[in-house]
Nanobody, 119 residues
C-alpha cells in the first residue's frame, strides 16, 4: 500500500509560480514512478509530468519548459515546480504512484490540490 498527500496549491496570478508537493508513505520502495495529473472543471483528467525511479523525466507539451518535476528521496516527496503559470493551468492537481511487479500493476492516487491561476 502507498499513500500520497499533495499540498502547495493555491491562488496565483498569471505569470506567477507555485511548487506542489506529493508526499508518499507506506511501501515507497515499491514505487517505480510518480506522475502528476490535473483535471480542470468540466474536463477529463490529463497527464502533466512523470518522473521515474531511474531519474528520467517527461512532460506534456502544454507544460514543457514551464514545469519541472523533481524528487527528494530522503523525504519520499516529489515536487512539481510550476512557473509562468497561465489561467489554463487552473485545475486540481493529483499525483499518482505506479507500482509494478511480476504479474501486477497498481496505481495509487492522492486526493489532489487545487491550483487557481487568475488573469
Amino acid at each position: 500500500q502507498v499513500q500520497l498527500v499533495e499540498s502547495g496549491g493555491g491562488l496565483v496570478q498569471a505569470g506567477g509560480s507555485l511548487r506542489l508537493s506529493c508526499a508518499a508513505s507506506g511501501s515507497t520502495v515499491s514505487i517505480s514512478a510518480i506522475g502528476w495529473y490535473r483535471q480542470a472543471p468540466g474536463k477529463q483528467r490529463e497527464w502533466v509530468a512523470r518522473g521515474s525511479s531511474g531519474g528520467s523525466t517527461y512532460y506534456a507539451d502544454s507544460v514543457k519548459g514551464r514545469f519541472t518535476i523533481s524528487r527528494d528521496n530522503t523525504k519520499n516527496t516529489v515536487y512539481l515546480q510550476m512557473n509562468s503559470l497561465k489561467p489554463e493551468d487552473t485545475a486540481v492537481y493529483y499525483c499518482k504512484a505506479d507500482v509494478r511487479g511480476p504479474g501486477y500493476a497498481l496505481d495509487y492516487w492522492g486526493n489532489g490540490t487545487l491550483v487557481t491561476v487568475s488573469s
